[in-house]
C-alpha cells in the first residue's frame, strides 16, 4: 500500500524559500502522478501543482505560477516542491497525494501535511 509522507515546511519570511518533500514507501512511485495541495484556515483545500508519473508533464495553480516548481526523483521515491517568493497567502498545511493521471479526480494516499507559515 502507497504510504505518503510529507517534509520540509516550516516558518519563512515573506520573499523567503523552502523545498518540500513527499516520501513514498510500501509501492513504487513510478506509477502515479503526484499532487501537492494546501489548506488554509477557514478555507477549502486547493491544488497547487500536480507532476506526471514520468515527470513529463507538469501544471500549476494560477496563484503559484513563476514561483513554485514541482520536480520528482522516482529513484529516491521522491516529489520536490520548490517554493520561492514566498507570500503571507501561501500559508497553509501542504499535503501531497497520488493519482494515476494528474487530471483524474480521486487522489489518495494523502500525507499527514507539513505546516508552511510565512510571516515577517
Known amino acids: 500500500q502507497l504510504q505518503l509522507v510529507e517534509f520540509g515546511g516550516g516558518l519563512v519570511q515573506p520573499g523567503g524559500s523552502l523545498r518540500l518533500s513527499c516520501a513514498a514507501s510500501?509501492?513504487?512511485?513510478?506509477?502515479?502522478?503526484i499532487g501537492w495541495f494546501r489548506q488554509a484556515p477557514g478555507k477549502e483545500r486547493e491544488g497547487v501543482s500536480c507532476?506526471?508519473?514520468?515527470?513529463?508533464?507538469?501544471n500549476y495553480a494560477d496563484s503559484v505560477k513563476g514561483r513554485f516548481t514541482i520536480s520528482r526523483d522516482n529513484a529516491k521515491s521522491t516529489v520536490y516542491l520548490q517554493m520561492n517568493s514566498l507570500k503571507p497567502e501561501d500559508t497553509a498545511i501542504y499535503y501531497c497525494?497520488?493519482?494515476?493521471?494528474?487530471?483524474?479526480?480521486?487522489?489518495?494516499?494523502w500525507g499527514q501535511g507539513t505546516q508552511v507559515t510565512v510571516s515577517s
Open positions: 510500501g509501492f513504487t512511485l513510478d506509477y502515479f502522478a
Open positions: 497525494a497520488a493519482n494515476l493521471y494528474c487530471d483524474d479526480r480521486d487522489f489518495h494516499s
Open positions: 507532476i506526471s508519473s514520468s515527470g513529463g508533464s507538469t
